[in-house]
């Protein structure tokens, strides 16, 4: 019961996780959850600042391949997948890339800068794949050994890097094959998106409301079912930032 009770609420935290980091990145999951796609409902009907699009964001803080010098690409538009071309990234700005992971974080926190978003509070959270490249940097900083102070917990790196707490999620929002697809022009297709901001940008709350447990109906053991509530909402947009990005 105990593996099966700590199982139930790491899938809670979950999905949890994964729903309130596709609202901050502008996207929801579809209605049969098998895919995401862009968010175009305000989540409470009213809007923290009435510049940001439906999805609650700031155009400007929605950083693609133009905004690195890159040329987007070209075609059919298509609203949910289509509307930012992804940016080539590379250790280092490396060969076939227009960037490097540092330099995003580096434009990330100049808007902060520029917007007045407080220096301390701020966090960055990044998939897998950008999370490699970014260790692929040549950089001390970001060298450092786990174990002891640098160890790995609840999905944070040690320390800072550009001023951010870094996280790493397997719920971000994805397209197509992911930010692992390479694509040395960008993509419209194969991304993943990061999404970096402040502690006040975005309120959140949490409750299991109710537990109960019973006799399995087909098995020779007891089930524990819960009921979890939760909301959130974006206060802060100035204070948020995402990028859609590829494997150079």
């Not at 729903?19 to 923290?48: H, M, P, Q, S």
């Not at 609203?79 to 590379?90: F, G, K, Q, R």
């Not at 001023?163 to 929002?173: I, M, Q």
């Not at 959140?204 to 109960?212: L, N, V």
Request: aromatic share 8%.
């Amino acid at each position: 019961m105990d593996l099966a009770t700590d199982r139930a609420g790491y899938k809670l935290r979950d999905k949890f996780d994964q729903d309130c980091l596709g609202y901050l990145t502008g996207y929801v999951r579809n209605a049969g959850d098998t895919a995401w796609i862009r968010n175009t409902t305000v989540n409470g009907g009213e809007k923290a600042d009435t510049t940001a699009g439906s999805d609650e964001l700031l155009a400007a803080n929605k950083l693609d391949i133009a905004d690195f010098g890159g040329t987007p690409l070209t075609g059919t538009a298509d609203a949910d997948t289509h509307e930012l071309t992804s940016i080539p990234v590379a250790a280092g700005g490396g060969t076939g890339a227009i960037t490097s992971p540092l330099a995003i974080m580096n434009r990330m926190a100049r808007l902060m800068d520029a917007a007045n978003v407080d220096t301390d509070g701020r966090w960055i959270v990044v998939d897998p794949v950008f999370k490699e490249i970014l260790m692929d940097e040549d950089a001390k900083l970001i060298n450092a050994d786990f174990g002891g102070e640098g160890e790995v917990r609840n999905g944070r790196l040690p320390g800072t890097i550009r001023g951010f707490r870094v996280y790493v999620s397997n719920n971000l929002p994805y397209f197509g094959t992911g930010a692992g697809t390479a694509a040395s022009a960008g993509s419209q297709d194969n991304w993943g998106s990061i999404v970096a901001g402040h502690d006040s940008a975005v309120a959140t709350a949490q409750q299991i409301t109710k537990t109960e447990s019973f006799r399995s109906p087909d098995t020779f053991a007891d089930v524990v079912r819960g009921m979890q509530l939760y909301g959130k909402k974006i206060l802060r947009p100035e204070a948020l930032m995402t990028a859609n990005y590829n494997l150079a």
